[in-house]
Structures are given as C-alpha cells and as structure tokens.
C-alpha cells in the first residue's frame, strides 16, 4: 500500500502526489493521476462528491493474521482542489459498493463477507466524512450487494442480492430483498421483498421512485413511500448494470455478456436498444453525465473507457487507461475520473 494510515484519527500523515501526463485520449484535453494504493489490489470502486469536490475511492489490503484470510479495504479520502490524498480509513470488509450522502456528510460502504456461496449476512459500514471516522456497522441483509442513498430525505437503501446477482438465476428460491436505513440510524429494520429477482437498481429522488434491474428482463418500478411496485416495463435483455439520466428521465441497462444496452424512457416506457462496444468483461462498470448527455463504459480487459452519446447512441470517443476499474464524473465541470492500477487519472474534458 502506498496510502499512508499512520496518524491516530485514520489521516494519512502525508499527501500522495500527483504526476502529470501528457496527451489525452477520446476528446479529453489533458491528464494527471493520482496515486491511491497497490497497483495490484484495486477494489474498483470510487465515488465523487461533486459539492465538496472529494472522491472517495478504495483499496483492498492483504488478508491480516487473525481474519481468518480475509482481506480488508482502506477508503481513500482525495481533495480535488490540490489532487492529493487526505485521509485513509481503514474498513472492516472490503466492501461491494460505496455511496455519498453530501448535504449529511455520510459515506456508505455495504460488504457481504462470505462470499457468493456461503450467503452471509451483510453490513453497512457508515462513515462521518467530515470527522473521517466510522460511526456505525449495521447489520443488512444476506450477500448485501449495493447501496443507493437519497439525495431528499437521506435515507440509504441497500439491495441484497442472494443468488441471481452473479448467476442471473430467475430460478432462485431466494429472491432480492431491501433494507432501509433511516437518516442518523445506528440499525436496519428487517429487509423486505424487493422487485422480482433484482440485480441492480437507481434513484428517481424527484419522484420517489426506484428503478430495478432484473434478472427476468424486465424494469421494475417501485413507490419508495410504500416499497410497493407501481409498474414494470419489460426490456430485451438481462441486465445487471443500470444507470438513471436524471436531465433526460432515461435508463440505461447493460449486461457484461450483451453487446448492447437498453433505452428505457422513464416517463413513456418507450424502450429502444444501442449497440456496446465490443467489450464483454464481467468488470465493466458504467457512468452517467446526464447534462452532457454521455455515458462511460469502461473494458477493463481493453484498457479502454468508450464515450457514449446518450442522445444517439453513438460511440463519440475511446479513453485509453491500464484496467480501469471504476469510473467517475463531475456533473459541473464534466471532468472524468477512471480509478485502476494503483491511480486515478482525472482527464479533463
């Protein structure tokens, strides 16, 4: 790890810099990175806090005496303004997905230790971004599998996922479940049925919605008030990843092993299919900058991250980096952020 954690409060005692490249790639004007952790452990996941110009990022460390082989994770906390690492945080479980609650200062980090088969149940790990401390662990749902939080009323939701996340499996005895968690809980209550065979799914904070992606092709709607589903869309294809173009109101579905993506117009159901770059990796990861109307898809197997046209469908540019893992982007300044080998590459744009 090149992340320092030596200070009593999980601040690194000193910043990681940054190192200037040259060029830029699919239309981006030029580039630094920065350096996060082992170039071998990355964790592929990141999340930017576009109101205080943070991004949050970790890094799996190996497996320490007395954990019985598992290995842990350290958050890396990164001030954008000067581009360095500013705090560690080391985590309990390497987590499955992150999330940021900016206006309450809240990050949260949902694991699932036992791994696909073993079906254990899962944890949130909440930490206060201001203070840079762990302030809760609560206890989920089994193989909790991503976290959502809403922007309006605070409140974290977390899918867990038992089997058809990773297998696709519509012949699960155990279908998808929920848990909420309340603004300023320290405890869940008990997860309830969520969707039919979720695999992924995204906030509408502007109408109280929740987008779910399923196994069974089909979009599921649900009423967050109630957790009730209110309509569903069927769509031709499985989908695993989906991504919510708040400015256009329209979803985007994919699936590593399809080589395209669903359209899904929230407001009309209208559903249309574009093709994917040619790119069938099991870690490929999407973004959404809903005002420039662009999705970024990366191929980690390609080293590349392809620029889409969300308007069009057309693929407008290809962003050259080493197994990017996870990907970011600020809605304000539209620069992007592509975590993998060790650094983030900020690629203005």
């Given at each position: 790890m090149s992340t320092a954690c030596g200070s009593a409060d999980g601040e690194s005692a000193t910043g990681t810099g940054v190192s200037a490249t040259t060029g830029g790639a699919g239309g981006?004007?030029?580039r630094t990175t920065i350096s996060i952790g082992d170039a071998e452990r990355g964790s592929g996941l990141m999340v930017l806090d576009s109101r205080t110009r943070t991004l949050y990022a970790v890094d799996s460390v190996p497996a320490q005496t007395g954990t019985g082989g598992?290995?842990?994770?350290?958050?890396?906390?990164?001030?954008?303004?000067?581009?360095?690492?500013?705090?560690s945080i080391p985590l309990p479980a390497v987590p499955r997905d992150i999330a940021v609650d900016s206006a309450a200062h809240t990050l949260y980090a949902v694991s699932s230790p036992g791994g696909y088969e073993q079906l254990e149940s899962g944890t949130v790990?909440?930490?206060?971004?201001?203070?840079?401390?762990?302030?809760?662990?609560?206890?989920?749902?089994?193989?909790s599998w991503q976290v959502e939080v809403d922007e309006n009323t605070h409140t974290a939701y977390v899918l867990n996922c038992v089997r058809n996340c990773l297998a696709m499996d519509v012949s699960s005895e155990e279908p998808s479940t929920l848990t909420v968690i309340a603004p300023g809980?320290?405890?869940?209550?008990?997860?309830?049925?969520?969707?039919?065979?979720?695999?992924?799914?995204v906030l509408?904070?502007?109408?109280?919605?929740?987008?779910v992606a399923t196994a069974a092709k089909r979009i599921d709607v649900?009423?967050?008030?109630?957790?009730?589903?209110?309509?569903?869309?069927p769509v031709p294809h499985w989908a695993s990843d989906i991504s919510f173009d708040r400015?256009?109101?329209?979803?985007?579905?994919?699936?590593?092993?399809?080589?395209?993506?669903?359209?899904?117009?929230?407001?009309?159901?209208a559903v249309r299919s574009i093709d994917r770059p040619g790119c069938t990796d099991p870690s490929m990861v999407q973004t959404m900058d809903?005002?420039?109307?662009?999705?970024?898809?990366?191929?980690?197997?390609?080293?590349?991250?392809?620029?889409?046209?969300?308007?069009?469908?057309?693929?407008?540019?290809?962003?050259?980096?080493?197994?990017?893992?996870?990907?970011?982007?600020?809605?304000?300044?539209?620069?992007?952020?592509?975590?993998?080998?060790?650094?983030?590459?900020?690629?203005?744009?």
């Amino acid at each position: 790890m090149s992340t320092a954690c030596g200070s009593a409060d999980g601040e690194s005692a000193t910043g990681t810099g940054v190192s200037a490249t040259t060029g830029g790639a699919g239309g981006s004007v030029g580039r630094t990175t920065i350096s996060i952790g082992d170039a071998e452990r990355g964790s592929g996941l990141m999340v930017l806090d576009s109101r205080t110009r943070t991004l949050y990022a970790v890094d799996s460390v190996p497996a320490q005496t007395g954990t019985g082989g598992r290995e842990n994770a350290v958050l890396s906390i990164v001030d954008l303004a000067t581009e360095t690492v500013i705090a560690s945080i080391p985590l309990p479980a390497v987590p499955r997905d992150i999330a940021v609650d900016s206006a309450a200062h809240t990050l949260y980090a949902v694991s699932s230790p036992g791994g696909y088969e073993q079906l254990e149940s899962g944890t949130v790990t909440v930490v206060d971004t201001n203070a840079k401390t762990i302030t809760a662990t609560i206890p989920t749902g089994k193989n909790s599998w991503q976290v959502e939080v809403d922007e309006n009323t605070h409140t974290a939701y977390v899918l867990n996922c038992v089997r058809n996340c990773l297998a696709m499996d519509v012949s699960s005895e155990e279908p998808s479940t929920l848990t909420v968690i309340a603004p300023g809980d320290v405890a869940a209550g008990t997860p309830v049925p969520f969707g039919d065979y979720a695999s992924g799914f995204v906030l509408d904070a502007d109408r109280q919605r929740a987008y779910v992606a399923t196994a069974a092709k089909r979009i599921d709607v649900i009423d967050l008030a109630t957790l009730a589903k209110v309509a569903e869309t069927p769509v031709p294809h499985w989908a695993s990843d989906i991504s919510f173009d708040r400015a256009g109101r329209t979803l985007f579905t994919g699936y590593w092993r399809w080589k395209e993506l669903d359209l899904i117009e929230v407001d009309t159901s209208a559903v249309r299919s574009i093709d994917r770059p040619g790119c069938t990796d099991p870690s490929m990861v999407q973004t959404m900058d809903s005002s420039a109307h662009t999705l970024y898809a990366t191929c980690p197997a390609a080293d590349t991250v392809a620029v889409i046209d969300t308007r069009t469908g057309a693929v407008t540019g290809t962003v050259n980096i080493r197994s990017p893992e996870a990907v970011a982007v600020d809605p304000d300044t539209h620069t992007l952020y592509v975590y993998g080998a060790g650094e983030v590459s900020v690629i203005s744009r």
